[in-house]
């Protein structure tokens, strides 16, 4: 799929009748269950207008069954914005919501401490929690709401003979017996037995050997160390037992304002950090700022507010620029009583672009996990035919199911060039810097080309003596595969009896394009002549005659286009210069063999 307009749709339908706006209910728990709605390129606007609808939904619809769509068999959500959202809303609401999200340990870590104190209560009721979370629970004092079983009670028999021992053994005082009153500290204290943690075994706790192997790790990391009389002495207090949490990077939240321009309201979260903020400043006395003049027009005005830039200053979640959509509010009589609306956060201009470009990747990365899905099931299926895993098959389609297995193979070697190029291009990926001997790649791929191109009479002639080493920052696998792709379109091109001629030196980093100051090597390469006769080399229509070298499912064109963006990303640059071929790559450190070489 690659464009995702299921919100957008939604959103465009009218709900009128009770059955439209349960519909329409439904169908936005579940778009916006799916995961993270802050995802990397997602509409921000349209997000906020999904949760405006949510929320003006919840209104229309009882909150029973409301809970009765989110408590239905067999959904479950994975957005922990979901369940910040829900769990705002009433009691049956959050319990619902809160016992059927699926969240990582990470997410409820994060989500826990911002939920409201009633909801957090709800998360004590379920059982399938890890054992983090329960800690985190635990330290923030949520316990269960279940009273503790009472203690038995002795038979009516055994009471009353009790009380009759306790009477008999009990001395009469008479009016002249004198009465000793003992001091309580001439009572020497008794050390109290200790008691021993009672461990819940798998059978009680209805979870498996692992879980409760962990939970017994668990358990004795927290009392290592600690006796129960040394606790009973020197209690310690809760304070210190959370630990400090990274300021999480708030990117939108909702919020009402009053008819005076003030924050009323704003979601649990960041409610003590915004209620009381002014949409727009005071400006009276100074010069005015444009953009809040213009919000303040607009309140003024009862207009909708769209793409308003604010400021806001106060704790580092909230503070900085802030995008303002809202929608003025009237009471049934007509007043005007204020905004509501959502704040959300500024794109930075260079992520937006590094988004786009990353958009752009993952827009070719989807469409080749399409293509290479069907290609890996055909590919498995070949290989379980040939291999004979299922019962035995005649040679025939054993040989058939062979040649499928290998050209499946084949493309996905393709796609996986096609992901490489999509991601160099789009800078979405790096070259990881390395060190290898790019003269020794040189003369080992030239080495294995020579086989093939010798019964024609080709071959390639090297100009690079063997006591050279040049050492170029790329990691050794890169510059092989670099290396391969172009020896192997300017091999699959030579015709009979041509020889393609090879240099190898140094230039200064002024001399190489590509504005380094380093020194850099440069490996020249003469073109066939087939190849020279292309008015352009990197066209994905360049393609050579049938060759026993490939250099790639996709062409010559196609391969050396590859090699000429995994060069960019490595610091060099790979062009054509006339009726030559030169790839130039930053050199790791100065050869002084090579410069003996030349010398000589």
């Known amino acids: 799929m690659f464009f995702d307009d299921r919100l957008a749709t939604v959103l465009r339908q009218r709900a009128i009748g009770e059955a439209s706006l349960r519909t329409q209910y439904r169908q936005l728990l579940d778009l916006l269950g799916k995961d993270r709605t802050h ?31 989110i408590r239905e068999p067999g959904w479950r959500f994975h957005s922990p914005d979901l369940a910040s959202h829900l769990s705002d809303h009433e009691p049956e609401v959050a319990s619902a919501a809160l016992s059927r999200a699926e969240l990582s340990s990470e997410d409820w870590t994060a989500l826990i401490p911002r939920l409201p104190l009633r909801a957090r209560g709800f998360l004590r009721l379920r059982r399938d929690l890890p054992i983090d979370v329960e800690a985190l629970l635990a330290r923030l004092g949520v316990h269960d709401r279940g009273l503790p079983a009472p203690a038995p009670v002795p038979a009516a028999a055994s009471s009353n003979e009790s009380i009759e021992n306790a009477a ?42 692992i879980s409760a192997l962990v939970e017994r790790i668990a358990q004795f990391r927290r009392t290592r160390g ?55 400043a005071n400006n009276t006395g100074r010069d005015e700022d444009p953009d809040s003049a213009s919000l303040a027009r607009a309140f003024a005005r009862r207009q909708p507010i769209t793409g308003a830039a604010v400021t806001l200053f106060g704790a580092p979640g909230i ?17 005007f009583a204020g905004y509501f609306g959502r704040f959300r956060r500024v794109p930075d201009p260079a992520a937006a672009a590094l988004g786009a470009e990353a958009h752009e990747a993952d ?24 291999q004979q895993l299922f019962g035995p098959a005649p040679h025939e389609y054993r040989a058939l199911a062979a040649a499928i297995a290998a050209d499946a193979a084949r493309i996905l070697a393709g796609f996986e060039e096609l992901d490489r190029l999509a991601r160099l291009e789009t800078r979405v990926t790096v070259i990881e810097p390395g060190e290898a001997d790019l003269a020794a790649l040189v003369r080992r791929t030239a080495a294995q080309f ?18 050279v080493t040049l050492l170029i920052m790329l990691d050794p696998e890169d510059a092989e595969a670099l290396v391969w792709r172009l020896l192997a379109s300017l091999g699959a091109a030579c015709d009979t009896g041509e020889r393609i001629t090879i240099t190898l030196d140094v230039v200064a980093g002024s001399e190489a394009g590509t504005g380094m100051n380093t020194d850099h090597a440069r490996l020249t390469c003469s073109l066939p002549a087939r190849m020279a006769a292309e008015d352009n080399i990197f066209a994905a229509t360049t393609r050579t005659a049938e060759s026993t070298i490939t250099p790639g ?48």
């Open 363 to 386: 827009r070719i990365r989807q469409l080749l996990h399409e293509l290479r899905t069907p290609v890996t099931a055909v590919q498995g299926y070949a290989e379980v035919i040939q």
């Open 319 to 335: 503070a900085g620029d802030w995008i303002v959509d809202a929608e003025p509010r009237f009471s049934q009589e007509g007043h």
């Open 168 to 209: 008999a053994a009990t001395p009469r005082l008479t009016a002249d017996q004198p009465v000793s009153i003992r001091s309580s500290a001439a009572v020497p204290l008794r050390k109290t037995p200790s008691v021993p943690v009672r461990q819940r075994d798998r059978d009680e706790s209805g979870r498996t050997e």
């Open 39 to 69: 995802a990397i390129g997602a509409d921000h606007s349209l997000l906020a207008a999904a949760w405006l609808r949510m929320d003006a939904l919840a209104e229309a619809i009882p909150a029973a069954d409301r809970a009765r769509m």
């Open 553 to 600: 499912l996709f062409g010559t064109g196609f391969a050396l286009r590859l090699a000429r963006a995994e060069a960019r990303a490595a610091g060099g640059v790979l062009r054509r210069e006339g009726a030559v071929l030169t790839l130039t790559l930053p050199l790791l450190l100065q050869n002084p063999s090579l410069f003996s070489a030349a010398e000589a």
């Open 226 to 280: 600690e006796s129960p009389l040394d606790l009973e002495q020197s209690p310690r207090l809760p304070l210190g037992e959370v630990p400090e949490r990274s300021i999480r990077s708030i990117t939108s939240f909702g919020f009402t304002a009053d008819p005076t321009g003030r924050i009323a309201w704003a979601v649990s979260e960041i409610a003590a950090m915004v209620i009381g903020t002014r949409l727009f």
């Open 450 to 467: 020579e086989p093939v191109l010798s019964p024609l009479g080709a071959g390639m002639s090297l100009a690079i003596p063997d006591d």
